[in-house]
C-alpha cells in the first residue's frame, strides 16, 4: 500500500468535507463531533505507529534468506510462491485509487446522499482508518516474506529488502474492499428501495477480488494474505456504517464467563432495530 498518499487522500477528503457536517435533512446516519473525531484521532495515531513499526522493520539476513523453502509454506500458498509480475502490480492500482474515489463521487451523484455529502464522508474516513490501523500494525508487527522472496530469479537485494517482509496480510486488497462496500453499504442505507442494489453489491465485490488477484499475480501476497485483507476490509466498510445508523440501539456488554474447565470474560454485542 503506498502510505504516503492514502493518507494524504484521507485528510483531504476530511478537510474538503468537514463544512457539510451538520446536516438538516434526513438521513440514516448518526454522528457527532466529540464522539467521532475522537475516534479519527485515535485510529490516525495508530495508523503513524504502524507506519513507523513497519518503517524500522529488518531486512533478511543472507543466512535467513537462504533458509526458505517453498515446502514450508502454508499448502493454499505453496503454489504461488515465487510469484513475481511487475506489470500485474502496476495495474493493481487502477482499480485501488479508484476504489476511494467512488465514494465521493456516489456520494455527489446519488440524490439521497448529495445533501449528507460531508458526514458520509466523516465515516468514510473512519472507516478507512481503522483498515489502515489493522493493516499497518499487523504489517509491521508480523514477518512474512512476500511470494517474490521465493523467485531465485530476482536480484538477493530486492528478496531480502524489509518492504518484501510485510506480506501479511494485503493492504491494498483491505483497503479497496473497505472502500467498496462502504460505497455500498451506504448506498443501500440511502437506498433501500433500489433496484440497482444488487448491481452495486456485485461491483463492491468484485473490485477488491480484482485487485486481490493482481497482487497475487505480482508476487505481493499469498491467497492467505488476500483472503484476510478482503474480509477485514469488507468487515470495516459495512460495520462502521451499520455502528452509526440512528435505528440501531446497540448493547456492549463484557461480563466475567465462568465453567467448570475455565474462567475469562464474555464479550457480547447486539444490534436492536
Known sequence: MNSKSFYTLLIALTFLFQTSWAQEKISPYKTKFKTDAPIVAGL???????LSIIKNKDELTLAELNALNKEDVFFIDRGTAGNFSDKADKDSYIPFYASFAAAPIMAFLNKNQRSHTGQVMVLFVETMAVT???FTLTAGLVDRSRPLVYNTNLPTADRIDKDAQRSFFAGHTAATAAAS??????????????????????????VPATVGYL?????KHFLSDNILGYAIGAGAGILVPQLH???NQTNLSLTPAMGFNYQGLSLRYQFKH
Open 44 to 50: 490516525v495515531g495508530l495508523n503513524v505507529l504502524g
Open 132 to 134: 489502515g490501523a489493522a
Open 181 to 206: 462496500f462502504f460505497v455500498a453499504k451506504v448506498f443501500q442505507d440511502f437506498n433501500p428501495d433500489s433496484k440497482a442494489k444488487p448491481y452495486v453489491w456485485a461491483a463492491a465485490a468484485a
Open 215 to 219: 497482487r497475487l499475480k505480482a508476487g
Open 245 to 247: 445508523k440512528k435505528t
